[in-house]
C-alpha cells in the first residue's frame, strides 16, 4: 500500500468537508441554480475541485445527460449494489470499514472513516486489477462519484458499490456519534443503522442484490 498522494488525498478531503448535508435540516437551496431541494435529492459532484453539490430535481435531470456537464459536473448516481463478501486483506488494507474510490487517472483511493475525517490511502494497482478480474463490476465504477464500501467491523461482512454520496454520509455518522477512545455506546449503532439502510433497499438478481 502506497503513500496517499498529496491530490488526490487534498481533494477527496475538500469532497468530505462539502459532505451533503443532513435531510430534514433548514430549508435547503440547490447550489446550482437556488431553486428550493426536496428533503431527498440528488448530487452533483463539481470535478474541477472534487467537491459534492446539492441538486434539484431540473438540475439533476440537466445534468442526467454525460454532455451537459461540459467536463465540470458529473451526477452523482443513485444504485446500490451488494457485491459477494470480500475481505479487506484482499485489499491490503488494515481495517474492518473502509471504501475505495477511482480517481480519473485509474488510480484507486482507500478511505478510512474516522472521528477526524477519513484517512486517505493510494491503493496498489496490481491488488485492484486483480480483485477487478475476480469482481468485473468493480471495473466499471464511475470514477469519483461511485466507490466500493467493506463493513467487516464488528462480525459484519458486506461489500457494496454505492454512490460517493453516501460513504461522505457514513463518515459524517462516525464523526458525529463517535465518543472518546473507542467510539462509546452510539456510534456502532449508527452504523449498523446506516448498513440497514442500504440493505433494506436491495433485490436479488443473478446473485447480485440491487437496489429496488
Known amino acids: 500500500m502506497n503513500a496517499p498522494t498529496k491530490a488526490a488525498g487534498a481533494a477527496l478531503r475538500r469532497a468530505i468537508a462539502r459532505s451533503p448535508r ?4 433548514a430549508l435547503e437551496r440547490c447550489d446550482l441554480c437556488g431553486a428550493g431541494l426536496m428533503a431527498r435529492h440528488r448530487h452533483v459532484l463539481d470535478l474541477q475541485d472534487n467537491s459534492l453539490l446539492c441538486a434539484c430535481q431540473a438540475c439533476s435531470l440537466l445534468f442526467n445527460r454525460e454532455a451537459a456537464g461540459r467536463g465540470h459536473y458529473r451526477l452523482v448516481p443513485e444504485g446500490r449494489t451488494m457485491l459477494p ?9 488494515p481495517v474492518g470499514l473502509a471504501f475505495f474510490v477511482v480517481q480519473p487517472d485509474g488510480s484507486v483511493v482507500a478511505n478510512y472513516p474516522s472521528p477526524m475525517g477519513a484517512t486517505q490511502w ?3 494497482s496490481e491488488v485492484w486489477a486483480a480483485l477487478c478480474e475476480r469482481q468485473p ?17 464488528r462480525s459484519a461482512d458486506e461489500a457494496w458499490i454505492v454512490p460517493i454520496d453516501d460513504c461522505f454520509r457514513l463518515v ?3 464523526r458525529q456519534e463517535w465518543r472518546g477512545l473507542s467510539g462509546g455506546s452510539r456510534v456502532w449503532p449508527a452504523i ?3 448498513f440497514a439502510g442500504l440493505r433494506g433497499r436491495r433485490t436479488s438478481q443473478n446473485g447480485i442484490e440491487k437496489e429496488e
Open 192 to 194: 449498523e443503522e446506516f
Open 137 to 153: 463490476v468493480l471495473g466499471e465504477l464511475e470514477p469519483g462519484v461511485q466507490a466500493l464500501l467493506l463493513n467487516t467491523a
Open 22 to 25: 443532513v435531510e430534514g435540516s
Open 85 to 93: 463478501p470480500l475481505s479487506p486483506k484482499e485489499l491490503g488494507v
Open 172 to 174: 459524517a455518522v462516525i
Open 122 to 124: 493510494e491503493l496498489d
